[in-house]
């Protein structure tokens, strides 16, 4: 149904910021709550923050809390702005569509579905 496109990953040093961009391939990407999730070389695949359908409700991993925020606009896309990256944090992000609306948590990667390629974010230092 859709297809989900994740952009914005690169090379950064440690304590600068990227921005994570999540695009859905249909209209109905906004019927959808989202999670944005990381998966480093050789280790699981970890949640990292959701945004529920509306963009009202946000939920974070408590290791990201206070520097990465999720957000969607009005075209439902979905960013992850990600503040003082950590080396620790290098992974390829991937964004997915997640159950129902979205206003309660869900932070199993199983929740998900329709998950794009994913973005490579590498932190350096």
């Known amino acids: 149904q859709v297809e989900v496109v994740e952009s914005g990953g690169g090379l950064v040093q440690a304590g600068e910021s990227l921005r994570l961009s999540c695009i859905g391939s249909?209209?109905?990407?906004?019927?959808?709550?989202v999670g944005w999730f990381r998966q480093a070389q050789g280790k699981e695949r970890e949640f990292v923050a959701q945004v529920s359908r509306s963009g009202s409700k946000t939920f974070y991993q408590a290791s990201v809390k206070d520097r990465f925020t999720i957000t969607r606009d009005k075209d439902k896309t979905v960013y992850l702005q990600m503040n003082s990256l950590k080396p620790e944090e290098t992974a390829v992000y991937l964004c997915a569509i997640g159950p129902g609306g979205g206003s309660i948590l869900y932070n199993s990667p199983n929740d998900y579905s329709n998950w794009g390629q994913g973005t490579q974010v590498t932190v350096s230092s």
């Open positions: 249909r209209s109905t990407f906004g019927m959808y709550s």
